[in-house]
């Protein structure tokens, strides 16, 4: 009863700390490869693993997040500016007559109706979450670097506490969870990362503003399945063809496609081949997105964790050979 109250009391006090906690939990499990390979030096392996895999993915995420949400912000505080702009910009692009109409109608219900809505939220929540992203976006590259650093004493006294004859089938289990969560958060995360450092160049070379948001709107893409930094670079050539026109929208296409994603077909396409989640990408996208809507940020990555553990568990339960190993254990009744 009293572990129960005390796990109860740990929770709450935690549990606005979630996003920074499950994301730190990630970036570690990101950053484990390069760590692994300057094991000898712990302290210093987890302070270079931190500072040259994890650090890029924070600033990217939390300089783009803090765009979006200033820019969005500045729409709250100038609602009449933004909405004369929208009709500014159906007006040059020529929309035909029959269309335009609907449009225009379209826009002033978003002004008369939604605006106001989400812009009578109380000012001070809303700082008050800036500051909990802030400090969570803190929380998780030191619970990388902590995991990293350390992550093997708790895995040790996790299996100490085991009973023998659990140990095998414990280490199993964490060897098909480590073979899923390879497939769904390594070999993503490190492409959505050389894609959206790319795509800052790109951008700012062809003048695009709020850089930092459409580079973090890419590596979001990247790394659900199904989804592609593609989707960010369609809309955005089609913004081009309408305010310059064809061939700067095929230029900006053709090259941003060269210089973003070329590379790491050629680069990272060898090392990222022998990461396969063996899940299916639909099961995996859904629990991305369904996360994200249940539990923000902690959900958003949470969710994929909870499902790899349980296919993890039915694996296990099947006797499923872990992919690139003989499995020596014989189902049970067989000869």
């Known amino acids: 009863m009293t572990a129960i109250l005390l796990s109860m009391v740990l929770a709450f006090i935690f549990l606005p700390l979630a996003d920074g906690i499950v994301l730190g939990l990630v970036l570690a499990y990101i950053a ?125 006294n996790i299996m100490a506490f085991m009973p023998v004859d659990n140990r095998p089938w414990v280490t199993e289990y964490i060897q098909h969870l480590d073979l899923i969560l390879k497939g769904v958060f390594i070999g993503n995360a490190y492409a959505a990362l050389f894609v959206s450092v790319a795509s800052l160049i790109v951008f700012y ?12 709107l890419i590596f979001i893409a990247s790394v659900i399945p199904l989804f592609a930094g593609y989707m960010v670079l369609i809309a955005l050539a089609v913004l081009r063809y309408f305010q310059i026109g064809l061939e700067a929208a095929v230029i900006f296409f ?59 568990a039915y694996r296990v339960h099947m006797r499923t050979p872990v992919y690139g190993e003989k499995k020596k254990t014989k189902l049970p009744g067989l000869k």
């Open 32 to 156: 484990r490869p390069l760590y692994l390979k300057l094991h000898r030096h712990k302290r210093l392996g987890a302070l270079i693993a931190t500072l040259v895999i994890v650090m890029p993915i924070v600033l990217i995420l939390g300089s783009g997040i803090f765009e979006i949400v200033r820019f969005i912000g500045w729409i709250f505080d100038n609602q009449d500016v933004f909405i004369n702009s929208l009709f500014d910009f159906v007006k040059s692009i020529d929309v035909p007559p029959e269309y335009n109409e609907q449009i225009r109608q379209a826009i002033w219900d978003m002004s008369t109706s939604l605006l106001p809505f989400l812009g009578g939220f109380d000012f001070i929540s809303y700082a008050m979450t800036i500051v909990m992203f802030a400090l969570n976006l803190v929380i998780s590259v030191l619970v990388c670097y902590f995991l990293l650093a350390d992550g093997h004493k708790v895995y040790n």
């Open 205 to 216: 070379i062809f003048g695009f503003s709020h850089i930092l948001a459409l580079a973090t």
């Open 254 to 312: 053709v090259v941003s496609s060269i210089v973003i994603y070329l590379p790491p077909e050629f680069i990272l396409r060898p090392y990222l081949a022998s990461m396969h989640s063996r899940v299916h990408p639909m099961l995996i996208m859904l629990s991305f997105l369904g996360g994200a809507f249940v539990g923000g940020i902690a959900g958003f990555f949470m969710a994929p964790i909870i499902l790899a553990s349980l296919i993890a």
